[in-house]
């Protein structure tokens, strides 16, 4: 089993910034991709933003130039720095990660979610 604790989440003004981090435990042999995804109300969840084991990053449209996903490799975490904050990006932010387990199965897994609310 794996488990993922993100953290970083809140209420923020438009322009603002907030830094989420989300940390994996357990069974794991390697990780292969970590990203973050949000899901506003009433919308489907979304990618954000994804990087590779290799550091290779990709982008939602929506956050390109505002947003940046980074990760500790020796940490397992992930972390997505949020600038110029809307009220759009107004969501609950999951972290997933690709995982090869320690039984050397492919395993994909979600943290709980945090909420990020941007407002005035």
């Known amino acids: 089993q794996v488990q993922l604790v993100e953290s970083g989440g809140g209420l923020v003004q438009p322009g603002g910034s907030l830094r989420l981090s989300c940390a994996a435990s357990g069974s794991i042999f390697s990780i292969t991709a970590m990203g973050w995804y949000r899901q506003a109300p009433g919308k489907k969840r979304e990618k954000v933003a994804t990087?590779?084991?290799?550091?290779?990053?990709n982008y939602a449209d929506s956050v390109k130039s505002r947003f940046t996903i980074s990760r500790d490799a020796a940490k397992n975490t992930v972390y997505l720095q949020m600038n110029s904050l809307k009220p759009e990006d107004t969501a609950v932010y999951y972290c997933?990660?690709?995982?090869?387990?320690?039984?050397?199965?492919?395993?994909?897994?979600w943290g709980q979610g945090t909420q990020v609310t941007v407002s005035s």
């Open positions: 990087i590779t084991s290799v550091g290779r990053t």
């Open positions: 997933n990660v690709d995982i090869i387990s320690a039984t050397m199965s492919a395993e994909k897994y």
